[in-house]
């Protein structure tokens, strides 16, 4: 018995979409076909894999610490300018830092910052999160990219990575310092510092971030660091989602315990053992580190201290007031 002849299906319009892309693919995998066979791409060992540009992972700027931690960095400018080492705010990222490293950069500096371990792009490690491994992995990037006569900037919980590293790693290395609404001396109440914020405080921000991180960081960002719960401020929906995308990109371990940092760590011996040139830069506005316990005090421990007070600015000044800050900057750098 014979099989009836197959019913040919109708060939596609010419001018349907679908038929040209078919045809365009055909034509290109013939000419691709044609091609002479480069003979590393033709030949492979037996029992290896084909490279594919698949299997390449974008490369990124880090270093590994001593105790094995990656940390990543920026590093933009020219190798000859003289360098400024950026130190961001918890629980943010070297992103921060993004409208002081432009304005320097294009002034001919080299501009260097990092994640802290646990934050941003660095390794969300579960351990050392403290300030003698923050100072601790400031200096091995510094190392790293063997940076000299350096400008130390440190902003919040940056200013007290910045002040440890002057202290115990940067003889040698370190020409000025600049502290933005740090954290030094200490930021919690004692017997010793009567002025200080109460523990619960930080409890309470301990508390949030663990109960509802995401929501918590929205919170800050809205209200008391950027001053946009004061009245007639004009609130950057913007700068709001930058600050959150930032912090959610950090470990909440990480950021849990560097409350404990930020507000527990006594920077007293490390501001009297200090001699460069240091610039105290602070708002009277504060909400988050109130200066009449950080700046004013800190200023009276530096042996070459200057203090400059900016009215009613915010803790997160840099963004807000950049167009202040970073002419401020560039004068006592340059001077």
Known sequence: MTNPPRAEPPLPDPADPVRRKFLGFGAGAALLAALPIPPAAAQTAPGATPP???????????????????????????????????????????????????????????????????H??????GEGHDMDHYAADAAAVVEHLDLRNAIHIGHSTGGGEATRYVARHGRGRVAKLVLIGAVPPIMVKTATNP???????????????????????????????????????????????????????????????GV???????????????????????GDDDQIVPIADSALLSVKLLKAGTLKVYERFPHGMCTTHADVVNPDLLTFIAG
């Not at 941003?120 to 490690?125: D, I, L, M, N, P």
């Open 52 to 118: 594919s540009s698949l299997d390449r992972s974008p490369t990124m700027s880090t270093i590994t610490t001593k105790d094995g931690v990656s940390i990543f960095y920026k590093d933009w400018g020219p190798r000859s300018g003289q360098p400024i080492v950026f130190h961001h705010g918890w629980p943010l990222s070297a992103d921060d830092w993004d409208s002081q490293m432009l304005f320097f950069a294009d002034k001919g500096y080299r501009v260097i910052a990092h994640d802290r371990r646990g």
């Open 120 to 125: 941003g792009r660095s390794a969300q490690v």
């Open 195 to 257: 002025g200080g914020l109460p523990i619960a405080v930080f409890d309470d921000f301990r508390r949030q971030l663990a109960a509802n991180r995401a929501q918590f960081y929205l919170d800050i960002p809205s209200g008391p660091f950027y001053g946009f719960n004061r009245p007639g401020a004009a609130v950057s929906p913007g700068v709001i989602q930058n600050w959150w995308r930032q912090a959610m990109m950090g470990g909440a371990k990480a950021q849990y315990d």
């Open 260 to 282: 404990k940092a930020f507000s527990e760590t006594d920077f007293t011996e490390d501001l009297t053992a200090i001699d460069v040139p240091t610039l105290v830069m602070h």
